[in-house]
């Protein structure tokens, strides 16, 4: 499998659409002989993004020409190609959408001055310490806001734009999605011990169940609203290197839990296991 590499393709002037260079790029990726390619994250919310040239699909999104070719460009599998050993003889590769939602993680590129990030914590609890010391703490003030606590009646919304996007993703021709919570983005956030310990709504403290409450119904909502046929994939960290040793082994344990409890649901696909995050 080809796993998600955020590309900074898109032209915010052409809102945020794919263009030539992700259909080239896709391409000749497509000749690699990979049986899944899995893009770069595209963004659940125009309002929230990771960086100002992600590929953005929501309910605002009007034309899905451009994704269409996107996909076809993956489902080619190098046809036509001179310049290399023809693939025509292996079965196209599936083309999975990488879905996100930057959460605490959009930068001030992104949401300018007017706008906060949001995140399950809020303020200079919730804000993102950048390592590096004094420097990454400048850093950080200078490029990420500290976040805006989501609200209780505000997490609706975000399953809402995640099923949607698969949604329209199914209707572009892509053969599903990768649902992104990992990499400290915004899911990664609901689920981590130490982004999410102080609410008491339900969806945070220190159940971890609680934590996992938003990506669980996210993942219904996704199946709901695309074809049984429809891929649906996670994508997790498999820790967070954050904390004492006890904690990172609490947290590998709480992990460990999670792959279970989706192998469990029977409406996930994969899991792709991952690492890291902005800190």
């Known amino acids: 499998a080809k796993s998600a590499l955020t590309e900074g393709l898109a032209d915010p002037r052409q809102n945020n659409l794919p263009n030539d260079s992700h259909y080239e790029l896709y391409r000749r990726w497509s000749k690699g002989g990979s049986g899944i390619i899995i893009t770069g994250n595209v963004m659940v919310d125009r309002n929230c993004k990771e960086a100002p040239r992600n590929v953005i699909l929501d309910e605002k999104t009007s034309d899905l020409v451009p994704f269409r070719r996107w996909a076809d460009s993956i489902h080619q599998c190098g046809q036509d190609d001179q310049d290399t050993i023809s693939t025509s003889s292996l ?14 993680q ?5 949401t300018g001055l007017l706008k906060q990030p949001v995140a399950p914590t809020g ?60 990499h400290g983005y915004l899911l990664s956030q609901f689920l981590s011990p130490t982004g999410n310990c102080s609410r008491t709504d339900g969806y945070g403290g220190d159940d971890p169940k609680h934590r ?23 994508k997790i960290n498999s820790i967070d290197k954050r904390g004492d040793s006890n904690g990172v082994v609490e947290f590998e344990n709480e992990r460990l839990n999670l792959v279970e409890e989706l192998c469990k649901l029977g409406t996930v696909d994969f899991i792709d296991l991952s690492g890291g995050n902005f800190e």
């Not at 409450?213 to 996670?234: C, H, P, Y």
Request: aromatic content about 4%; charged content about 20%.
């Open 212 to 234: 996992q409450k938003l990506i669980f119904q996210i993942i219904e909502a996704a199946r709901e609203a695309t074809s049984d046929d429809f891929v649906v994939g996670v």
């Open 106 to 110: 959009s930068p001030l590129s992104s």
């Open 123 to 182: 303020g200079s609890k919730g804000r993102v310490r950048l390592p590096g010391g004094t420097l990454g703490k400048i850093a950080g003030s200078l490029c990420l806001r500290p976040p805006r606590q989501l609200t209780t009646n505000e997490l609706p919304t975000i399953v809402s734009q995640f099923a949607t996007s698969a949604r329209l993703a199914e209707e572009a021709t892509f053969d599903g999605i990768e649902i992104h919570a990992a």
């Open 91 to 104: 079965p196209p590769p599936l083309a999975i959408m990488q879905i996100s939602h930057p959460g605490r």
